[in-house]
């Protein structure tokens, strides 16, 4: 392993600073507005590495989650940046007597579907009033009645709590979006940059809208929802959309985003205009016919990666509206790409995972620009012998985005002959992903070599504050968990190679999950997500799952 150079974080400061401050005047000097920070499921479908965007500093200034990353993996020496330091020092209980705060609701996201949460001032402490997180809800919602998109504030409460003992966070808004029979939000929610609009899509019968809220605050409750403000498109009269979160490219207030027909569609004016249908032809674009994954933007390069049901990973050229080329990396049935890509911006690779290539499940590395592959690696026997495992995102260490060599990726397959959850990590030469696995194990269940339990994706975040510096890996198991309280599902924290380091029961495993911030405050390094077999959101603690 390459040895850290001491001086490799300041030397990033220097790009960040450089490229940053000058935007942030011209931008000052237009018309000042506040910008905080989104994170939401697109956060950790960007990667890149330190050297290489060293060489690339126009991808901080074009790309806000690579800027949003950069600043909380290498903050400069006693830096405030995403809460470093703690303003009202107040210990931490970690003795596991406790768990934090959950909310039941009259709905959950859908699995494999994400929270969003905002962080008002990154440079700051921890906000009790500003800072928020919103669930969009798989349920039909009624004004007046039960409500189908819900944000909290006062999220860092509980015992030791930043913002008292709690027991819970408090409602800061909670909406009825549904404009057509049976219409509820089935994917992920997106954030504008300075966290005052949401926009997400709504599903009903074969109709797919594109809805942008303007949130109030004190609006609505849990069991009295109310009428939204919002402006809506709706993008698709002949499919639903219900797998395919949509994709913001921050820049040009552009959302890409599918329907589930396998056709992409590009919707301008998102949060700083009113959203409208880039023209026909050559929008949509069209992706097979079958449902597809969330798609993710390589804005340096001007390319869509998109992932579909059918196997295939496509690629479209934003600038000209075509499908610029397609790779068949799955064995082209229901359970093919399910997770959206991984793109690595600096270093031109894009990461995808199938439950079946025909022999078993893979995660394959692609040269983004060609599709031409780069690395295939078996992740087991995944549903290649008909069982339906669904296989999801992998996360990449800390030590990647400091250099691939030094780092690897990580993620849950199945067992080389069966369908028991295994976790694998691979190792790097180069920018390429080695083919045989650094690290594997079995995930313990009860009972022991559960055949169905399933894994979701996997969250990394880096916490600089923990034992000197922790890097957390969060997923989940649907059923025969050995999380305390039976062998139901649950969430779990990993941190290195080994077996999960703490677990929480949720039911059914837990939906995607969302990181915050890394500050020393009671409750205030958290994560975020709902039960899939319970109508209920959790806020756990990062260290402990508290």
Not at 264 to 283: C, E, N
Not at 386 to 395: F, I, Q, R, S
Request: aromatic share 10%; net charge negative; charged share 10%.
């Amino acid at each position: 392993m390459k040895p850290r150079h001491p001086y490799g974080a300041v030397a990033m400061w220097c790009v960040v600073f450089f490229v940053l401050v000058p935007s942030m005047c011209a931008q000052e000097a237009a018309a000042p507005q506040h910008t905080g920070v989104p994170q939401d499921w697109s956060q950790h479908h960007i990667v890149f590495s330190r050297d290489a965007l060293a060489r690339h500093p126009e991808l901080i200034y074009r790309e806000p989650r690579i800027l949003h990353q950069a600043m909380q993996r290498w903050q400069a020496p006693n830096s405030d940046v995403f809460r470093g330091a703690d303003p009202l020092p107040i210990p931490v209980n970690k003795s596991g007597s406790h768990r934090d705060w959950s909310v039941s609701l009259a709905g959950r996201i859908v699995a494999h579907m994400f929270p969003a949460k905002f962080s008002f001032d990154p440079a700051a402490p921890p906000d009790c009033t500003n800072d928020y997180v919103v669930f969009g809800l798989a349920a039909a919602g009624t004004t007046g009645g039960h409500p189908n998109l819900v944000g909290f504030n006062n999220l860092y409460v509980g015992t030791g709590g930043y913002c008292g003992t709690g027991p819970k966070p408090a409602v800061l808004f909670a909406y009825n979006i549904t404009t057509v029979a049976g219409g509820r939000i089935s994917t992920s929610p997106i954030l504008s940059l300075d966290g005052r609009k949401i926009g997400f899509v709504e599903s009903g019968g074969a109709t797919a809208i594109f809805h942008v809220l303007t949130w109030t605050g004190g609006q609505g409750t849990l069991t009295a929802a109310a009428a939204p403000n919002m402006t809506s498109l709706t993008f698709s009269t002949t499919a639903s959309g219900t797998t395919s979160s949509p994709w913001v490219d921050y820049g040009s207030d552009i959302v890409y985003v599918g329907a589930d027909n396998g056709q992409v569609y590009k919707i301008t004016d998102v949060f700083k205009g009113t959203p409208t249908l880039a023209p026909s032809p050559p929008w949509p674009v069209a992706l097979g016919t079958l449902h597809l994954t969330p798609p993710v933007l390589d804005s340096g390069r001007g390319l869509l990666m998109v992932g579909s049901a059918n196997g295939n990973l496509y690629q479209i050229d934003t600038a000209s509206g075509t499908l610029a080329a397609t790779l068949s990396v799955g064995a082209g049935h229901s359970h093919g790409i399910l997770a959206p890509p991984i793109v690595d911006v600096t270093n031109g690779t894009t990461f995808v995972v199938s439950g079946n290539d025909g022999t078993s499940a893979v995660l394959e590395e692609v040269d983004t620009a060609t599709l031409i592959v780069l690395s295939k690696a078996r992740i087991g026997l995944g549903n290649s012998a008909g069982a339906a495992v669904d296989l999801y995102e992998p996360a990449f260490t800390h030590d990647y985005f400091n250099d691939p060599n030094t780092g690897s990726v990580r993620l849950c397959g199945t067992g080389a002959a069966d369908t028991t959850p295994w976790q694998y990590a691979f190792g790097f030469t180069g920018r390429t992903m080695q083919t045989t696995a650094s690290f594997s194990q079995q995930l313990p269940t009860i009972p022991a070599n559960s055949t169905d339990a399933r894994c979701t994706g996997w969250t990394e975040f880096f916490n600089p504050n923990i034992n000197g510096g922790t890097d957390f890996f969060f997923f989940g198991l649907t059923q025969d968990c050995t999380a305390a309280g039976g062998p139901g599902g649950c969430v779990a924290e990993l941190s290195g190679d080994t077996a999960p380091t703490a677990t929480a029961t949720v039911t059914g495993g837990p939906s995607g999950i969302v990181v915050d911030n890394y500050s020393t405050a009671g409750q205030a390094s958290s994560i975020y997500l709902t039960g899939e077999n319970v109508q209920t959101a959790y806020k756990f603690t990062q260290n402990g799952l508290q």
